[in-house]
């Protein structure tokens, strides 16, 4: 069974199990790191490998001057010098296993003031990390003597890379489906990149298919309405595969003649798009998506 195969309906919001110890005597912090599951898992071209990215924050101000909770920023916490620990990379998997240890020295002084920072991140294969699901905890929030594992919820990274538009077409006579009127819009663009394309990606039952790409355009391309990307993009889809099917759509820039994935969406077979897309045949269905994080 493939990790496609696996995936629920209904999304469960992702956790990482992890066990914390502080050794005031020694002023010592020690932390286990045993796995994170049901991040958000779309189908892929190569096998998937993830890392997690621990950052130990000292120092931090917890509440305002009257007294209220306060969010601390990334920007802030890069102002106390994190001290940051990574796991090797390992296959990607609904429950992603790490089991590694880690340890740090912490005053005691700055314990009621640390906290530590977890992302969970895809990385390619250039060892570029992405950051899928992150979240956050103070060392004191619970008691700490001796080691305890938690089961910590975690937020999906939703960082505002831009939209992509585009329509779906069936042909069921001949059994094609097509992509076409790509529209990417407020595109969080590298200054130096080269150039931007969409890449679209069909899998059935998990296993890849088809992939096909658009033109490519320059930076200096995009309109008022967006970057435009006029070719159509013709897969083959049999009929009795349309309920198996997922389209993944990437918008992807080069930098230094090296591709970078800028952000994707899927479209699933029970997806509101799909759905209208069997319901108007022969004529296209087109829907915005909010483009996420991706390798």
Avoid at 151 to 172: A, V
Avoid at 207 to 214: L, N, P, T
Avoid at 215 to 233: Q, Y
Wanted: aromatic share 10%; with cysteine; net charge negative.
């Amino acid at each position: 069974m493939s990790d496609f195969d696996e995936l629920d309906d209904e999304p469960k919001t992702p956790t990482v199990t992890i066990a914390f110890e502080y050794i005031e005597a020694e002023e010592t912090f020690n932390f286990y790191i045993r796995r994170v599951s049901h991040a958000p898992y779309t189908p892929s071209l190569y096998p998937k490998y993830s890392k997690a990215v621990m950052h130990i924050v000292k120092g931090l101000t917890r509440k305002t001057w009257m007294g209220r909770k306060r969010s601390i920023s990334w920007e802030e916490m890069l102002s106390h010098e994190p001290v940051p620990f990574r796991t090797l990379a390992v296959p990607r998997c609904i429950t992603t296993v790490f089991n590694e240890f880690f340890t740090c020295q912490i005053p005691k002084q700055l314990f009621h003031n640390t906290l530590i920072k977890i992302d969970f991140c895809d990385v390619s294969r250039d060892d570029h990390e992405v950051t899928i699901a992150e979240c956050e905890y103070w060392l004191d929030t619970n008691p700490i003597e001796r080691f305890r594992e938690f089961e910590i919820p975690m937020t999906i990274s939703t960082p505002d890379l831009g939209e992509l538009e585009f329509s779906l077409t069936y042909l069921p006579t001949a059994q094609r489906l097509l992509i076409t009127n790509c529209t990417a819009t407020n595109l969080r663009i590298d200054p130096d990149a080269e150039e931007v394309h969409v890449r679209a990606i069909l899998f059935v039952n998990g296993r890849f298919e088809e992939i096909h790409k658009s033109e490519h355009r320059l930076p200096r391309d995009e309109t008022p309405t967006g970057w435009n990307f006029a070719k159509k993009l013709v897969f083959d889809l049999m009929r009795n595969h349309i309920r198996a099917a997922v389209v993944v759509c990437q918008v992807v820039q080069r930098i230094d003649g090296i591709k970078r994935v800028i952000g994707q969406c899927d479209v699933r077979s029970d997806s509101g798009h799909w759905t209208r897309m069997l319901k108007t045949l022969r004529e296209p269905a087109s829907e915005t998506y909010r483009l996420r994080p991706a390798v």
